[in-house]
T-cell receptor, first 109, second 115 residues
Framework: QKEVEQNSGPLSVPEGAIASLNCTYSDRGSQSFFWYRQYSGKSPELIMSIYSNGDKEDGRFTAQLNKASQYVSLLIRDSQPSDSATYLCAVGRFQKLVFGTGTRLLVSP | GAGVSQSPRYKVAKRGQDVALRCDPISGHVSLFWYQQALGQGPEFLTYFQNEAQLDKSGLPSDRFFAERPEGSVSTLKIQRTQQEDSAVYLC?????????????FGSGTQLSVL
C-alpha cells in the first residue's frame, strides 16, 4: 500500500464546474496536509495547506481533511481552463513530505 | 535570491558517468530537501538538510547517490556511475525554518537523462 494514494485521472470537467480531487494516506501520525499544483514541465506550487479536521477555504479552493478516515480532498469551484494541471497531494510527518502520484485535471472550455 | 535556483536545467549523461546537480536555496532558508520525480509520478523524497547537517538520507536509492551542503547554503547532489533508471527530474526545495508544516519552495528542477 502506498503511503499517499490518488487517482491518476485524468479528471475531466467543463469550465465553470466544480472539480473534486481526493487523496488517502496510510500514516495515522501524519501532521500536515498539502495540495500542490504542477503544470507540465514545471515545479510543484503550493496552493493549499490544512492541519486540522474540517474545511479550509481560500478563494476558489477548499481543502477538506478527515483524519479519522485518513482522507484529504480539494474542491475547485468555477473551474477554469488554466486550472488544467496535475494536483499532488502531500502528507507531512515531522519535516518529511510524502507525495502522491498526482491527479491530472483537464478543464475544457 | 528570489527563489530556489537549480543548475543545470538539463543534463544528459552517458551510463557510467558521474554527475553533480546544484541547488541554491532561498537566502537564509534553514531546511533543504532533494526529491526525485520520475515521469508521471509524484516527487519521491531523497534527503533533507538542516543547515549543514544531513538529518535524513533514508530516500537515497543507493550508495551511488551522495548529497552535501557544507556551508549550510548551496547543496550538491552527486550521482556516481549513473544508470538509466536514474533518469528523472531532481527537485530541490527549501523552507525558512526547521519546523513541521513549513511551506516548501521548489526550484525548477534538473532533468537528468542517462543514455
Amino acid at each position: 500500500q502506498k503511503e499517499v494514494e490518488q487517482n491518476s485521472g485524468p479528471l475531466s470537467v467543463p469550465e465553470g464546474a466544480i472539480a473534486s480531487l481526493n487523496c488517502t494516506y496510510s500514516d495515522r501520525g501524519s501532521q500536515s496536509f498539502f495540495w500542490y499544483r504542477q503544470y507540465s514541465g514545471k515545479s510543484p506550487e503550493l496552493i493549499m495547506s490544512i492541519y486540522s479536521n474540517g474545511d479550509k477555504e481560500d478563494g476558489r479552493f477548499t481543502a477538506q481533511l478527515n483524519k479519522a478516515s485518513q482522507y484529504v480532498s480539494l474542491l475547485i469551484r468555477d473551474s477554469q481552463p488554466s486550472d488544467s494541471a496535475t494536483y499532488l497531494c502531500a502528507v507531512g510527518r515531522f519535516q518529511k513530505l510524502v507525495f502522491g502520484t498526482g491527479t491530472r485535471l483537464l478543464v475544457s472550455p | 535570491g528570489a527563489g530556489v535556483s537549480q543548475s543545470p536545467r538539463y543534463k544528459v549523461a552517458k551510463r557510467g558517468q558521474d554527475v553533480a546537480l546544484r541547488c541554491d536555496p532561498i537566502s537564509g532558508h534553514v531546511s533543504l530537501f532533494w526529491y526525485q520525480q520520475a515521469l508521471g509520478q509524484g516527487p519521491e523524497f531523497l534527503t533533507y538538510f538542516q543547515n549543514e547537517a544531513q538529518l535524513d538520507k533514508s530516500g537515497l536509492p543507493s550508495d551511488r547517490f551522495f548529497a552535501e551542503r557544507p556551508e549550510g547554503s548551496v547543496s550538491t547532489l552527486k550521482i556516481q556511475r549513473t544508470q538509466q533508471e536514474d533518469s528523472a527530474v531532481y527537485l530541490c526545495a527549501s523552507s525558512e525554518r526547521d519546523r513541521p508544516n513549513e511551506k516548501l519552495f521548489f526550484g525548477s528542477g534538473t532533468q537528468l537523462s542517462v543514455l
